[in-house]
C-alpha cells in the first residue's frame, strides 16, 4: 500500500497557505475539538505515548521535554518554535511554512495549549522572506478568526504568537542560543543545566520545539497516539533506552541526485530507498561516492553504507552523528572529498560562535590546514592532526557548552576516516615535495570573513 | 553549615556545599589548568581547560560541576591531558609568544596552563603558527588592551559587568573573529568604560595591562584619600616612592574593588608642583610661585605664631577663624581644633561639612537624636529596595555605585531615585522621580501622604518607637500626589508608585547625597528622608535606614572631632558644664563659652572687621564656596591668613604663610567613612624633604605660641580622643590593626556599632518633624531662566588639587562642559562643544556645552573641579537657617553662545 502523506498532504492545493484552504481540508477542526473536549493534560499524554521525538535534529522525546516544566510555577511558560534551519542541505520546514503555515500554527496552538504557555515565538531564519510573509499573513488570518488572541473560541485558552526574525547565525538553531537571541543578546549557548524547561526565556519556564514537530503534535492529537505509533520504526526490544523512530517523517535531498526536494515517508526508509525512488538516482548515470545522511553535521557515510536506515538509530551504526534533519546530500563519484571537507570547515569556522576555546579555535584552525591542504601545501601528518582537533571538540569529548563543534567535528572524523585513501593521495599528488615535510611552514592568512 | 566530602584524586577534601570542583581543588592545593575561572565571578565554563572526570558523569569541566557528597573526582588521565592539551595548543598559536616583555610575565594564567599541560614545541610546529594581527587600544592612559594577547577567557567583560555594572565592554564578532571590544569597537576612552581597572587587575594574561607597571617591593595598607566611601588601599611602594595602588581584598568596604581615582589617582603624591618649602608672602617673589619666597620653617612657624597671637591680643580670639581639613586625619582634626580653643582660644572652628553634610546633622540629630549614617553599607545588598535622594554614587561614590549595581543585578534589589538629572542609576531605577532642583520637601511629604493615604504606614513602629506623628500627618495632608506634581514636575502616578514600592517592601534603606542637603532648606529636606522610615518602621534593622553619603575622605570624622563650632569632640555640648570641666582639666586652659562661628559666616564677619586673621589646613574655599568673589575678597582682606597645603592652591595664593604638609600616604592616622567605621591610614612613604604632617605643623605652632601639647603623635592623639569622647572609648590603634571599628565604641571590649538604633534611639523617641516646602532661594525669571545644578564628575574630586595632579586623570576628563538639555540648547542656539557663556546675579563663566539629555529641560548642570571654569562664581551664598549650608543646588542662570569664540 502506498504511503499517504499526512504532513505535506495540503501542499499540492493551489493557494494552499490561505486559511479558506486549511479550513476547507478540515483544519482547526483538531484544535476545536481539543479545546472542547480535552485538557492540556490529555494531550500532554498523548503526545508522550505517541513517542514523537523532536524533528530539530536531537530526537529527543517531546512529550518527555514538555513533562519537565515545572507544575506549580506561577508562569508565565514561554513557547518557542524553533524556525532557524539552517543546516546545511536542509530545506523542509521552508516547505511546510510557505505551503502550509497553517497546520504549523494549528501545531503550536495544541502545543501552547497543552504546555500551558500563553506566549509564543517563532524564531525564523533570516533567509526565508517567503517563510516570513506567508506565516505573518497566517497569524494575522488566525488572529482574525480568533484562533489567536484572548480566549481562543469562546475558551479560557488564550494565546499571542509573533515572529522573531533571526539574523543569519546558525548557532541561534541550537536552542539557547535561540533564546539568548530572542531576548535581544549574543546567541551565545547557555549552559545547562539549568535546562530551558526550568530557566528558558526571560528566566522562565521553556519550551522550544521544532516547526516539524509541533506539524506532527496536530495529526498526532487529531489521529491518536497508536496511529502515530503505527509508523516507522519499532523500538528495539533490546535497547531498554530506545524509544523507537516513530511517525511520518519528512525528509529533504539534495546534492547530485536527479529530483531534489522535500519527501514525505514513514521514518526509517534507507539511504538507498530515498536517492533511488524519491530522488530518481543519482544524476548523470554516475554511482554516489558518499552521502551526508541528515545535513551537514551529522557526517558521512560511503556508498557501502547506503542501506542504513534513516532513523534515529541507523546512522549511529555507521558513525555517523545521528538522524539530524534528516536531508541527505548526495555526492557523486567524480567529486572530491577535499573539497567536501573544506567546504564544510569554511562553514563551521565561519559559524562557531567564539564562546568555547576548543570550538573557536579547532574549527578555524581546522579550516587553516585545509585551505594549505588545498593549496598545495598539506602534509600527511596534518590528517592526524585534523583527527586530533575532531576527537577533542563537542559534547560528545565533554568540551564545549552546545552541539555545534561536534557537528564541526563528524564530517571531519568521517570523511578522513572512511575516504583517506583519498586524502592522502590529493597531498602526495599536490604537494610531491613536501608531504613529508615536518619543518614548519607559515600558516596561511585564511581568518574567515 | 556542614562540610560536603569529595574526593580528588583520591585526596578526601571537606568543602563548603555550593561551591563548584574547582574551587575546592584549588582551595586543597590541587592545581587544575584555567582560564576564563575568577573567584569574584560567576562562572562561565568556556575555556573548557578545567575538564576532569567525575566517576559516573564522565568528563565535564570543574568550574561548572557543584561539589556533592562522596563524589569521585579524577583531574588527571591521559585523555583529559588531551582534551587540555589540543585547547591549549591552539590558543597558544594565537598568542603573541613575547613573555619577556609582557607586563604579565610571571603573572599570566595561559604561561601557568602551559607550563601544567605541557606543550612541546614540535607539537606546535605541525599547527604551523599563525598571529591574528589586530591594532592594539592604548587610548586609555592607565592601561593597555591589545586583542592579541586575549584568550577571551569573558573575564574583562563579566568583571565590566557583574563587578563594575558598567558593560563597556562584550565580545564581538564571532567564531575565530571573536575579539573583546567596545560598543562599536571604538576606542577605550571613547566607549562608556569608567577606567576603574578592574578588568585590568582580574585579565589573567596581558591583553588588558597597566600601563608603566613596576612591581612593588612591598605594599602598605592604607585608605583612600578620595570619597567618603572609605576603601581599603594597599599602596605598592619602591624605594620612597609609590608605584601602584591596589584594592584592599580584606576590606569590608570595598572587597578589593577601586575606582578609576582610588587605583590610578594617586599620583598626585609624587607630582613635582607639590610644595616643600615654607613660603611667605613678598611681592618681591622670589621662589618658584610668583608673589611668594621661601622661607625656613623657624621663620615661617615663628611669623605665623607671631601673627595669631598678636591678633588674638590685639582683637580678642573671636577674631581668628580656623577651618580643619576633612581630607586630614582625625587625629589632625581633633589636634586642630584642640589648638584653636585651647591655644587660641576660641570656638571658631568648622571643617568644610559646612558646605556639604552640616544638614545631615542638624536634619537627622532633630529626628533621631544623632547625625550619621544609620546602617552599614553592606545593607546595600541586604535591603529590598533601595531609594536614592540627590545623590549620584555612580560619580560622586563609585564603589559604592558599583555595589548598587550588583545589587540590583545580582540580589534583585528594586532601585528608586530621585534626581533632577537622568543619572547612571536612574537609568535602573523604578521609578525615576526627575525632582526640579529645591523641591525635595515637597517630593518627601508627598511620599508620606501617599504612604498615610493607603495605610502603608507602620503602625507597631510609630507607637513604639516616635513621638510627633499627628503633626506630622496632618502636616502632608496638604502633599497630595497632584499638587506635588505640580510643584516637582514628577508625574503623580510616579510618586505614589515610589511610595508604594518603598513602603511595602520589608527592608527599604535611604541613601541621599548633596542634592538634599545643599539647599536653603537642607535640614528640612534630610528631616523628610527620615520621617519617612519613621513612617515605614524602615530604621534599627538590617537593609533599612537613612545614610548620607559622606563627601570627602574624611568629612565624618572632621565632624566628629569637633571641627566644628558649636560642639566639642564627640558632639559633646559646650554648654555643658561637666563636659566643659572635664576637657578644660585635661587641656589644661579656659575653654570659651560661646558659640563659635560657622566658617561660611565668618566671610561676613571679616567684612564687618570682627574677623582679621584665618588659619586654613587642607581647604580651597576660594574655589569651592558658592560666590567665591565675596569670598576671595574675604579672603584677601583677612590680615594673616595661614594655610597648610600640598598644592600652591588658589586659597594658598591668598595667603601670607603658606606651609607645606604631608599627604595621606606620608603620615599616620585615621579616617572615618561614611558609615562611621574608624580605619586606619598608615604612612607608606616619607613626605618629600621639606614637607612636615600636620600634627607636626600644629605642634610646632602651638609651641611657640606657648602651649606644648602633650599628645604628638597620631597613636598618642588617637588615645586621647578616646579618653575624651565616649562615643569612642573603645577605639585604640591595637585594635585598629585587625580591623576597623564604627562608632559608637564605648569600651575595649565593645566591637563597635555597625547599625544604629535597634533598641532605642539617643533621644529616646524619634521625632517627625512637621516640615513645609518652601521654594528655593533664587527662582529662575526671564532674566536667568534656567536653573544651574551642581555636582562631581566620576575622574575628579573638589577643587581638583588632587586629581588635576593626576595625568591620566586630566586626560580622561580635560575640561569641564557645561550640560544642557538638547531643546534647551535648541532654542538657545547652543551646539555642542561650542563656548558658551553662563551668566547668574553674581558673575560670569565661559565653558564648552555638552547637550545631553542627562540634564532635565531647564536645568543645566556644572561641575566645580576646574579653577579655569569657575562654577562658584555663579552659585550663590543664601544659607540653609539652620545648618548653614550653602544652595548650590539652585542658581538662577543665563546661557548664550560666546559671539566669535566659535568661528572656525
Keep these: 500500500m502506498p504511503y499517504e502523506p499526512v504532513l ?370 598539506g602534509r600527511l601528518k596534518d590528517l592526524e592532526l585534523l583527527l586530533e582537533i575532531g576527537d577533542t571538540i563537542g559534547i560528545i569529548p565533554g568540551t564545549t557548552i552546545c552541539g555545534l563543534a561536534d557537528g564541526a567535528a563528524w564530517p571531519i572524523k568521517n570523511a578522513i576516516r572512511k575516504f583517506r585513501g583519498e586524502f592522502e593521495e590529493y597531498i602526495k599528488r599536490t604537494n610531491p615535495e613536501g608531504y613529508m615535510e615536518t619543518e614548519p611552514v607559515e600558516a596561511m592568512a585564511t581568518v574567515p570573513k | 553549615m556542614d562540610q560536603v566530602n569529595l574526593s580528588i584524586d583520591a585526596v578526601e577534601i571537606a568543602a563548603t556545599p555550593g561551591t563548584t570542583v574547582l574551587d575546592a581543588a584549588l582551595g586543597a592545593g590541587i592545581y587544575i589548568p584555567h582560564l576564563c575561572h575568577h573567584p569574584d565571578l560567576k562562572p562561565a565554563g568556556v575555556c573548557r581547560l578545567c575538564m576532569v572526570e567525575i566517576a559516573g558523569r564522565g568528563t565535564t569541566p570543574a568550574c561548572l560541576s557543584p561539589v556533592e557528597e562522596g563524589m569521585v573526582v579524577r583531574t588527571e588521565s591521559p585523555e583529559i591531558r588531551d582534551l587540555r592539551r589540543v585547547a591549549a595548543e591552539l590558543l597558544i598559536l594565537d598568542h603573541r609568544p613575547d613573555c619577556l616583555v609582557c607586563a604579565k610575565n610571571n603573572r599570566c594564567e595561559l604561561q601557568r596552563v602551559a607550563a601544567h599541560v605541557g606543550i612541546d614545541a614540535a607539537r606546535l610546529a605541525r599547527l604551523r603558527r599563525h598571529e591574528k594581527t589586530l591594532p592594539v587600544d592604548d587610548s586609555n592612559p592607565f592601561f593597555t588592551h591589545d586583542p592579541q594577547q586575549c584568550v577571551l577567557c569573558g573575564i574583562c567583560v563579566r568583571t565590566c559587568n557583574e563587578i563594575a555594572g558598567v558593560n563597556a565592554l562584550d565580545f564581538a564578532f564571532r567564531g575565530f573573529d571573536t575579539m573583546v571590544a567596545t560598543f562599536g569597537n571604538d576606542p577605550l576612552v571613547k566607549s562608556r568604560c569608567e577606567s576603574c581597572g578592574e578588568c585590568v587587575v582580574r585579565c589573567p594574561v596581558g591583553a588588558l595591562a597597566a600601563k608603566d607597571f613596576q612591581q612593588p617591593s612591598r605594599e602598605v595598607k592604607t585608605i583612600c584619600p578620595y570619597c567618603g566611601t572609605g576603601c581599603g588601599l594597599l599602596l605598592g611602594v619602591r624605594g620612597n616612592r609609590i608605584v601602584g595602588v591596589r584594592g584592599d581584598p580584606d576590606s569590608s568596604v570595598n572587597r578589593g574593588i577601586l575606582c578609576v581615582k582610588g587605583r590610578f589617582g594617586i599620583d ?212 497630595a500626589p497632584d499638587r506635588v506634581a505640580a510643584i516637582t514636575g514628577i508625574p503623580a502616578g510616579d510618586i505614589e508608585a515610589a511610595a508604594r514600592r518603598y513602603a511595602q517592601a520589608d527592608r527599604a534603606m535611604i541613601l541621599y547625597g548633596l542634592g538634599v542637603t545643599e539647599h536653603s532648606d537642607g535640614s528640612l529636606g534630610v528631616m523628610g528622608c527620615a520621617n519617612l522610615a519613621l513612617l515605614t518602621g ?136 561614611a558609615d562611621r567605621q574608624v580605619q586606619r591610614v598608615r604612612k607608606a612613604v616619607d613626605p618629600p624633604a621639606g614637607c612636615k604632617t600636620d600634627v607636626d605643623i600644629i605642634c610646632e605652632l602651638a609651641d611657640r605660641m606657648g602651649y606644648a601639647m602633650p599628645a604628638r603623635t597620631a597613636a598618642d592623639l588617637m588615645d586621647e580622643i578616646a579618653a575624651m569622647v565616649p562615643l569612642m572609648a573603645g577605639i585604640r590603634y591595637p585594635r585598629l590593626e585587625e580591623h576597623p571599628l564604627a562608632w559608637p565604641c564605648l569600651d575595649e571590649k565593645d566591637c563597635g556599632s555597625r547599625m544604629l538604633y535597634e533598641k532605642s534611639f539617643p533621644r529616646g523617641r524619634a521625632t517627625f518633624r512637621a516640615i513645609d516646602h518652601a521654594e528655593p532661594a533664587e527662582a529662575p525669571d526671564a532674566s536667568y531662566p534656567l536653573i544651574l545644578t551642581t555636582g562631581r564628575r566620576l575622574q575628579h574630586y573638589n577643587c581638583g588639587s588632587m586629581t588635576r595632579c593626576t595625568p591620566g586623570l586630566s586626560t580622561l576628563c580635560p575640561e569641564e562642559r557645561l550640560e544642557i538639555h538638547p531643546q534647551d540648547a535648541a532654542g538657545l542656539n547652543v551646539r555642542e562643544d561650542e563656548m558658551v557663556e553662563v551668566a547668574s546675579r553674581r558673575g560670569k563663566i565661559r565653558v564648552r556645552a555638552r547637550v545631553t539629555d542627562r540634564c532635565s529641560p531647564g536645568v543645566v548642570f556644572l561641575s566645580f573641579h576646574f579653577e579655569e571654569v569657575p562654577t562658584n562664581a555663579l552659585t550663590g551664598d543664601r544659607l540653609d537657617p539652620m545648618a548653614c549650608t550653602p544652595e548650590y543646588k539652585v542658581s538662577a542662570v543665563r546661557v548664550a553662545p560666546v559671539e566669535g569664540a566659535n568661528v572656525g
Design chain 1, 8 to 377: 505535506l498532504a495540503n501542499i499540492n492545493k493551489k493557494d494552499s497557505h490561505t486559511l479558506a484552504v486549511y479550513e476547507a481540508g478540515g483544519g482547526y477542526r483538531t484544535l476545536k475539538s481539543a479545546l472542547k473536549d480535552k485538557s492540556p493534560g490529555d494531550i500532554l499524554e498523548v503526545v508522550k505515548s505517541s513517542n514523537l521525538r523532536g524533528r530539530g535534529g536531537a530526537g529527543f522525546p517531546t512529550g518527555l521535554k514538555w513533562s519537565f516544566l515545572p507544575e506549580k510555577h506561577p508562569g508565565p511558560v514561554y513557547f518557542c518554535v524553533n524556525a532557524d534551519e539552517s543546516e546545511p542541505g536542509t530545506i523542509v520546514n521552508r516547505v511546510q511554512m510557505e505551503a502550509d503555515p497553517h497546520q504549523i500554527l494549528e501545531g503550536i496552538m495544541l502545543s501552547c495549549y497543552a504546555t500551558r504557555a500563553a506566549t509564543a515565538y517563532i524564531y525564523l531564519r533570516y533567509e526565508y522572506p517567503l517563510c516570513l510573509k506567508r506565516m505573518q499573513a497566517a497569524i494575522d488570518e488566525a488572529y482574525a478568526a480568533g484562533y489567536l488572541g484572548k480566549n481562543i473560541l469562546k475558551s479560557a485558552f488564550s494565546l499571542d504568537l509573533f515572529i522573531h526574525r533571526g539574523a543569519a547565525a546558525y548557532v541561534c538553531g541550537e536552542e539557547t542560543g535561540l533564546i539568548e537571541s530572542l531576548e535581544g543578546k549574543r546567541a551565545w549557548p547557555r549552559i545547562k543545566p539549568p535546562f530551558p524547561a526550568v530557566e528558558g526565556l526571560f528566566r522562565k519556564p521553556t519550551v522550544v520545539n521544532n516547526i516539524e514537530t509541533v506539524a506532527c503534535v496536530k495529526h498526532i492529537v487529531e489521529r491518536g497516539a497508536a496511529w502515530f505509533r503505527s509508523i516507522g520504526t519499532p523500538a528495539d526490544p533490546k535497547d531498554p533506552r530506545d524509544p523507537g523512530s516513530y511517525g511520518p517523517k519528512l525528509y529533504g535531498l539534495s546534492g547530485h541526485v536527479n529530483r531534489p526536494g522535500c519527501y514525505e515517508a514513514p521514518l526509517g526508509i534507507t539511504v538507498r530507498e530515498l536517492i533511488e525512488e524519491h530522488g530518481r538516482g543519482v544524476w548523470k548515470g554516475r554511482k554516489a561516492k558518499a552521502v551526508v545522511p541528515g545535513g551537514l553535521s551529522t557526517g558521512v557515510m560511503t556508498a557501502a553504507e547506503l542501506d542504513t536506515k534513516l532513523d534515529f538509530s541507523g546512522p549511529l551504526k555507521v558513525g555517523c552523528l545521528g538522524l539530524g534533519t534528516a536531508c541527505a546530500i548526495v555526492l557523486d563519484e567524480t567529486y572530491s572529498m577535499v573539497d567536501f571537507l573544506h567546504n564544510s570547515c569554511r562553514f563551521f569556522a565561519h559559524e562557531s560562535c567564539g564562546q568555547c576555546t576548543p570550538c573557536r579555535e579547532g574549527t578555524s584552525w581546522s579550516l587553516m590546514m585545509l585551505e594549505r591542504i588545498k593549496a598545495g601545501r
Design chain 2, 268 to 479: 598626585f603624591v609624587n607630582h613635582p608642583d607639590r610644595l616643600s618649602t615654607p613660603l611667605i608672602r613678598d611681592p618681591a617673589g622670589g621662589s618658584r610661585f610668583p608673589g611668594f619666597r621661601e622661607a625656613s620653617w623657624d621663620e615661617a612657624l615663628g611669623l605665623a605664631a607671631r601673627s595669631l597671637a598678636a591678633i588674638r591680643n590685639q582683637y580678642g580670639p573671636a577674631a581668628i577663624m580656623g577651618i580643619s581639613s576633612s581630607r586630614g586625619t582625625n587625629e589632625e582634626s581633633y589636634l586642630f581644633q584642640k589648638f584653636m580653643r585651647a591655644v587660641v582660644g576660641t570656638n571658631n572652628v568648622d571643617n568644610c561639612a559646612r558646605v556639604c553634610h552640616s544638614p545631615s546633622v542638624t536634619g537627622l540629630s532633630a529626628v533621631f537624636g544623632s547625625g550619621a549614617a544609620t546602617n552599614p553599607l553592606d545593607d546595600i545588598e541586604e535591603t529590598e529596595v533601595l531609594f536614592l535622594v540627590g545623590c549620584s554614587p555612580t560619580e560622586a561614590h563609585p564603589v559604592i555605585g558599583m555595589r548598587i549595581q550588583r545589587a540590583i543585578a545580582g540580589n534583585g534589589v528594586r532601585l528608586i531615585v530621585a534626581d533632577p538629572r537622568k543619572t547612571r542609576l536612574a537609568q535602573s531605577a523604578d521609578p525615576w522621580l526627575p525632582v526640579r532642583p529645591g523641591t525635595n520637601v515637597a517630593l518627601l511629604n508627598g511620599l508620606a501622604h501617599v504612604i498615610l493615604r493607603e495605610g502603608l504606614h507602620d503602625e507597631r513602629f510609630i507607637a513604639a518607637r516616635t513621638e510627633g506623628f499627628e503633626s506630622f500627618a496632618e502636616k502632608v495632608q496638604a502633599y
Design chain 2, 538 to 673: 524602615n530604621v534599627g534593622r538590617k537593609g533599612t535606614g537613612v545614610n548620607p553619603l559622606r563627601g570627602q575622605n574624611n568629612v565624618q570624622g572632621a565632624c566628629d572631632m569637633g571641627a566644628l563650632p558649636n560642639v566639642l569632640p564627640g558632639y559633646q555640648s559646650l554648654e555643658d558644664e561637666a563636659v566643659r570641666g572635664k576637657f578644660e582639666a585635661a587641656w589644661n586652659c579656659k575653654l570659651p563659652v560661646h558659640k563659635g562661628l560657622k566658617y561660611t559666616e565668618a566671610w561676613h564677619f571679616v567684612r564687618r572687621g570682627r574677623v582679621r586673621a584665618a588659619y586654613i589646613v587642607g581647604h580651597n574655599p576660594a574655589l569651592t564656596d558658592p560666590y567665591l568673589q565675596r569670598v576671595e575678597e574675604a579672603l584677601a582682606a583677612l590680615d594673616f591668613l595661614v594655610v597648610n597645603e600640598l598644592f600652591l592652591t588658589k586659597t594658598a595664593r591668598l595667603a601670607h604663610v603658606v606651609l607645606p604638609a604631608a599627604s595621606f600616604a606620608e603620615k599616620e592616622g585615621t579616617f572615618i567613612n
